[in-house]
């Protein structure tokens, strides 16, 4: 018999720099990778936060339906017994009542939404709706308290330098602009030769006594040289591919930086008018609140009708209804304005080639 006991070794010459190059390249895209779980964690972090303002939102909203419609039943039973007693027609308890009743279909309406956004934030929070159950917030004793004291954080002016370093997906966008750059490299160095150093080496015998000694031992060493002569235009297409690629995603990380500065600015703006508007509807709560109580005590000395009081109440929920969904657009501004200046993060977070190679193991 013949016994036979090989070792082969191949090593490529990176001359052209394809490997390194192809190295690197998969660092990048681990890099962009990497990028992309950040962006998707800050939206469902500020997604989270801003189902959480709404349902809070929508507390506030209950209680404040919950005292109307308490008022609005102290209405009724006024005009029933200025009925009764002759000072008032039947018409106003007619309406007093239909003021009641579509007052209560709006408290009720208010659970519907408070729900969803409870079941929503049970899903953020990796949990079945049926076991995530969120107490109401205290109910408010008056107009100015609750939710409607909570206040936005405080925003410094102007944008930050670095604010092309703080977001995961214009750092995702700028790490797949390096790795389409390194595949240029790679479609290049198709037009050079490949060269292979190749080495074998081993133990030959006929006997299994003899098999490991000196003389049964032997060895080759030698360099291979391969070139591509003839491709039908291959390498070439290749080549003007990557080089379209990496067009294409330097466009995707400035469009994807000017959409940053964009976000910024709109809640910036959204932040500095909603407080304005804030202050604007606390007066128009103030002066609906004022005029409710003239009217009514103008109905009850038998000056006016019950038909402005109704007005006048509708005003004053509607105006009150306005100021806790513009303090829940501003909270949700505030959300969306941390999400677009990263939420803390920076590209010095992304992981580095040796954290790559630890996790890979």
Known sequence: GDFVLPFDLSYELDLWG?????????????????????????????????????????DAQKALLDDTVKAYADNVQLTTHRYTGGAAPRSDVAQAQTQLDTT??????VTVQRAQFEHAIAVLIGKPPAELTLAAAPEPKR????????????????????????????????RRMAEANQQIGIARA??????TLAGTAGFQGTQGSNWFTWPAGFWAL????????????????????????????????????????QEVEDNLA?????????????????????????????????????L??????????????????????????????VKAL????????????????????
Not at 146 to 174: C, H, N, V, Y
Not at 316 to 321: I, K, P
Not at 346 to 358: E, I, Y
């Open 18 to 58: 394809r490997v390194r190059r192809s190295v690197a390249a998969a660092r990048e895209e681990a890099q962009g990778t990497a990028g992309d779980y950040e962006s998707a964690k800050l939206s469902l972090e500020a997604e989270l936060a801003m189902d959480y303002f709404e349902l809070r939102s929508a």
């Open 222 to 261: 030698g360099p291979t040289l391969a070139e591509t002569l003839f491709d039908a235009g291959r390498r070439r297409a290749t080549s003007e591919s990557a080089r379209a690629n990496y067009d294409a995603s330097v466009a995707t990380y400035r469009q994807t930086s000017l959409t940053a500065f």
């Open 308 to 337: 402005q009081v109704i007005t006048a109440q509708t005003i004053e929920l509607d105006n009150e209804r306005n100021a806790i969904d513009i303090l829940r657009r501003r909270m949700d501004a505030s959300v969306l304005l």
């Open 143 to 174: 107009y100015g308290e609750g939710f409607l004291k909570t206040q936005p954080p405080s925003i410094p002016t102007g944008l930050p330098s670095e604010l092309l370093q703080r977001r995961p997906d214009i750092a995702a966008a700028e």
């Open 342 to 361: 990263g939420g803390g993060w920076d590209a010095s977070k992304l992981p580095t080639f040796g954290a790559q190679r630890v996790k890979d193991y």
């Open 270 to 306: 959204a932040l500095r008018i909603l407080e304005n508007e804030a202050q604007q509807q606390d007066q128009a709560v103030a002066s609906s609140a004022d005029s409710l109580h003239l009217f009514t005590n103008r109905y009850k000395g038998g000056v006016d009708t019950y």
């Open 104 to 109: 209560r279909v709006q408290d009720t309406d």
């Open 190 to 195: 198709a037009y050079f030769p490949t060269v």
